[in-house]
Nanobody, 125 residues
Framework: QVQLVESGGGSVQAGGSLTLSCTAS????????MVWFRQTPGKEREGVAS????????YYADSVRGRFAISEDNAKNTVSLQMNNLKPEDTAMYYCAAGTRCRGSALYAQDYTDWGQGTQVTVSS
């Protein structure tokens, strides 16, 4: 089992930037991809960005492509999400997940059982 801890959330004005980090511990050798999701009350968890470990393939939701960038530091078991030009609609709780049997874009919440506790991002207009 992998333990995941997110950090870096906060409150910013529209157009601002934040960098989220997700650090994995425990059984970190088995995961093949790591993914950032976000969720607002009453809505389903939405895949935002994913990265395949070692292969480096990256995928983004249409709503964030060109503004967000996902990266990994395997030596530190950390995946980061650089978020630029933030918009009020980016306001959500952001979660990371680690997958061992990732498929396609990997942006499918139902595929993951290991989740962090989340970090809140609030963007004001």
């Amino acid at each position: 089992q992998v333990q995941l801890v997110e950090s870096g959330g906060g409150s910013v004005q529209a157009g601002g930037s934040l960098t989220l980090s997700c650090t994995a511990s425990g059984f970190t050798y088995g995961w093949n991809c790591m993914v950032w999701f976000r969720q607002t009350p009453g809505k389903e968890r939405e895949g935002v960005a994913s990265i395949y470990r070692y292969a480096g393939h990256k995928y983004y939701a249409d709503s964030v492509r060109g503004r967000f960038a996902i990266s990994e530091d395997n030596a530190k078991n950390t995946v980061s999400l650089q978020m630029n030009n933030l918009k009020p609609e980016d306001t959500a709780m952001y979660y990371c997940a680690a997958g061992t049997r990732c498929r396609g874009s990997a942006l499918y919440a139902q595929d993951y059982t290991d989740w962090g506790q989340g970090t809140q991002v609030t963007v004001s207009s």
